[in-house]
Every structure is written in structure tokens, then in C-alpha cells.
T-cell receptor, first 113, second 112 residues
Framework: GQQLNQSPQSMFIQEGEDVSMNCTSSSIFNTWLWYKQDPGEGPVLLIALYKAGELTSNGRLTAQFGITRKDSFLNISASIPSDVGIYFC?????????????FGQGTRLTINP | NAGVTQTPKFRILKIGQSMTLQCTQDMNHNYMYWYRQDPGMGLKLIYYSVGAGITDKGEVPNGYNVSRSTTEDFPLRLELAAPSQTSVYFCATQTGFYQPQHFGDGTRLSIL
């Protein structure tokens, strides 16, 4: 089945630093999504990417849909304490008439003030 | 995560017990999904539904059942709880094709 490899698994940074994480797969996806999950809550959508090569920003967040449709990255600029959490990439594919998500393992972001 | 309501938030079961996890949405979304998230891992799809009366298996359906008698509700049932089903369960909805999925706050289930 489809699998996503997300890296790094964890990051420890200083407040104000930039962050970069990525996902790769051997499978092609028609949509890439980036979610953030805070403790005790469900994943919250940050950015959705629909076209190969697409570069999209949402405030301090920037994400790109790889040209090959097999990878995506997420950058966070000038990190702040509320950026702490677990970030998941997800690739969306069509199977049996439904859009199914395949999730990466997550990147846990910790920020030292 | 307004619009997707999951109950209960927490539950402890004994091995062999059964229970139903509830998921209700008020957004009239056709597509609904159940995922489980094990510690330190991403989410894995259990079952999904493309509309009332239609359900299908996802990646990890064994030990679970679902039904979709209405657009609003998509309950997930565990018939014979096993320790391997200890996890956090998330329900998600989707307004339409190519739209992102939106998640509830989850049900944390422990089976002892």
C-alpha cells in the first residue's frame, strides 16, 4: 500500500528560527495536505496543495507540492511558541470512489524560548 | 473542529466488552471517515462512507463495524474489545471530492 516517509521525526529549535520538514513517497498523490495536531485534539488543516509544483503560503507557513507528485515540504518561518505541536503530511488519493488520506508519521516540533 | 462531534471523549473498556463510538456532523457532508492513531504514529483509515447507506473498509478494518443510516451520523462499533484496539479514534468529514478532510477532537479508548 501507499506509504509516506516524513522527516525529521522531531525537531528542537530556538524561538525565532525557521523550520523545514518534508514528506516523500514512492506513490503519486493528487493532493498533499499539511495538518497540525495539538495534544488532546484532532488534526487541524494548515495548507492544502492541489497541483504539482504549487507553492502556497498561509501566514508564516509555506508548502510546496513536488513536481513528481511524490513529495511535499512545509516551511515555518520565525517560529513562535504556539508553533509547538506535531505536524503531519497527508497524501490524498482516489480509491473506490472516495478520497483517502495516507498520513506520514509526524514531526514533533519543540521550541526553546 | 466545529461541526464534527465525537462522543465519548474518553473510555476504558475491559477485554471482550463492546461499545459504539459516536460521530455526528451538522454540515451535510457526504463523505465521512474513521481513523485510529496509535502513539507516535500517523492516522490509519478504518472505514469510510461516501454517503448514507454506503460504507467500505479502509486500511485496518478488522475488529470494527460501521453503519451510515443518515448523512449526519457515522457510528463505529467494537464488538469484542482487544488490547490492540487501545488507541485514539478520529472521525473526519469531507464536503466533496478534492476537498480537505476536517477532523473531530477524537475519542481516547483504553482496553485493559
Amino acid at each position: 500500500g501507499q506509504q509516506l516517509n516524513q522527516s525529521p521525526q522531531s525537531m528542537f529549535i530556538q524561538e525565532g528560527e525557521d523550520v523545514s520538514m518534508n514528506c516523500t513517497s514512492s506513490s503519486i498523490f493528487n493532493t498533499w495536505l499539511w495538518y497540525k495536531q495539538d495534544p488532546g485534539e484532532g488534526p487541524v488543516l494548515l495548507i492544502a496543495l492541489y497541483k504539482a509544483g504549487e507553492l502556497t503560503s498561509n501566514g508564516r507557513l509555506t508548502a510546496q507540492f513536488g513536481i513528481t507528485r511524490k513529495d511535499s515540504f512545509l516551511n515555518i518561518s520565525a517560529s513562535i511558541p504556539s508553533d509547538v505541536g506535531i505536524y503531519f503530511c497527508a497524501g490524498q488519493i482516489i480509491i473506490q470512489g472516495a478520497q483517502k488520506l495516507v498520513f506520514g508519521q509526524g514531526t514533533r516540533l519543540t521550541i526553546n524560548p | 473542529n466545529a461541526g464534527v462531534t465525537q462522543t465519548p471523549k474518553f473510555r476504558i473498556l475491559k477485554i471482550g466488552q463492546s461499545m459504539t463510538l459516536q460521530c455526528t456532523q451538522d454540515m451535510n457532508h457526504n463523505y465521512m471517515y474513521w481513523y485510529r492513531q496509535d502513539p507516535g504514529m500517523g492516522l490509519k483509515l478504518i472505514y469510510y462512507s461516501v454517503g448514507a447507506g454506503i460504507t467500505d473498509k479502509g486500511e485496518v478494518p478488522n475488529g470494527y463495524n460501521v453503519s451510515r443510516s443518515t448523512t449526519e451520523d457515522f457510528p463505529l462499533r467494537l464488538e469484542l474489545a482487544a488490547p490492540s484496539q487501545t488507541s485514539v479514534y478520529f472521525c473526519a468529514t469531507q464536503t466533496g471530492f478534492y476537498q480537505p478532510q476536517h477532523f473531530g477532537d477524537g475519542t481516547r479508548l483504553s482496553i485493559l
